[in-house]
């Protein structure tokens, strides 16, 4: 072989192994940069939740200031997110504050119902009910995300260049201890926020399903927009989920998804694995202006034991405007 050859060859070879590099490369800091985007979502979420701890303190202690152990943990908990400046101390902290938060609002319910009357207790339950939806969610993205960039730096050829370039693995934000038992659900409509969509949830410990506005207040002709959220978060059964929507008289739903079931109702039916979420958008076609309100149901259990299926009503405020003449 000629050394012309051999220099062809070569440059081909360096050629080639320089592309993959790159690639690579570029493929593992890509990933590792949506793994801490994704953690970034996450972090929001507990601090919104974090800053909303003393307002429900102040609003409940003089109600009920025998529960003041459960004040200064949840305060304590508080203190220690804010004061954590590593991935594994906000872990910490935010499982702290799950173990709190998980049961404070239903015992401060069961043990003071006057506080039933209280509008800044309302709501506030109805503010962090909608955070831990958010949690719920962005923390299930987190953990795909790390899947994702962990499994590409344990694989071969591409671990070569992780350890070359100080790639490490990073740490999943596992579920709290109980998240396999079975639900146990609070249901409620939150209060309207100012300058913020309305939203109807369902909260629960071992699964989150959301609706929410991304886009419903448009000008006849333009869909509506809504999300609907379902994240599994247990351990064995997979969760079945049904959704019933009905958009207001003379107007449609156009998403793939949904199927019309008659009487104007539209419907999807789908499951989700242990440890997994979906996302499904929901447009529905206007034709008729004024202020209308979406309705709906959730129906959803585990397994195959439908005794248990739980069935939620739901209700979201859409407007739809006249052209406005050009």
């Known amino acids: 072989m000629s050394l012309k050859t051999l220099l062809a060859v070569a440059f081909v070879f360096v050629l080639l192994f320089g592309g993959w590099f790159f690639v690579t490369y570029n493929g593992l800091v890509s990933a590792e940069e949506g793994v801490n985007a994704q953690w970034s979502q996450v972090e929001n979420q507990y601090q919104r939740r974090a800053d909303l701890i003393p307002n429900l303190v ?118 709290s201890r109980g998240a396999e038992e079975a639900p146990v659900v609070t249901f409620g409509t939150p209060a309207a926020t100012p300058g913020l969509t309305p939203k109807t949830t369902t909260t629960v410990q071992s699964a989150s399903v959301e609706l929410y506005g991304e886009k419903t207040d448009v000008d006849i002709g333009e869909d509506i927009i809504l999300k609907l959220s379902a994240v599994n978060l247990i351990t064995k059964p997979v969760m079945k989920v049904q959704i019933i929507l009905i958009p207001p008289s003379g107007m449609s739903v156009t998403s793939s998804e949904f199927a019309m079931s008659g009487a104007g109702q539209y419907t999807t039916t789908y499951t989700l694995d242990p440890g997994s979420l979906r996302d499904i958008e929901v447009r529905i076609k206007t034709s008729q202006v004024g202020d209308f309100t979406v309705k709906g149901r959730i129906v959803y259990y585990f397994g195959d034991d439908k005794s248990t299926a739980e069935d939620h009503t739901l209700e979201l405020p859409i407007k739809v405007r006249a052209k406005k003449p050009i």
């Open 58 to 175: 102040e609003t409940v202690k003089g109600i009920a200031a025998q529960e003041e152990k459960i004040f200064t943990e949840a305060m304590k908990y508080r203190s220690q997110w804010n004061a954590a400046t590593t991935q594994e101390e906000k872990i910490a902290a935010a499982k702290g504050m799950d173990s709190i938060n998980s049961s404070v609002l239903i015992r401060l319910e069961e043990n003071y119902p006057q506080l039933k009357s209280n509008d800044n207790f309302l709501a506030l339950q109805a503010q962090l009910e909608g955070t831990e939806n958010r949690i719920a969610v962005e923390r299930m993205r987190y953990k795909d995300k790390v899947e994702i960039y962990n499994s590409m730096i344990r694989r071969m050829p591409a671990s070569i260049i992780a350890n070359m370039f100080g790639f490490k693995s990073k740490a999943y934000f596992e579920a």
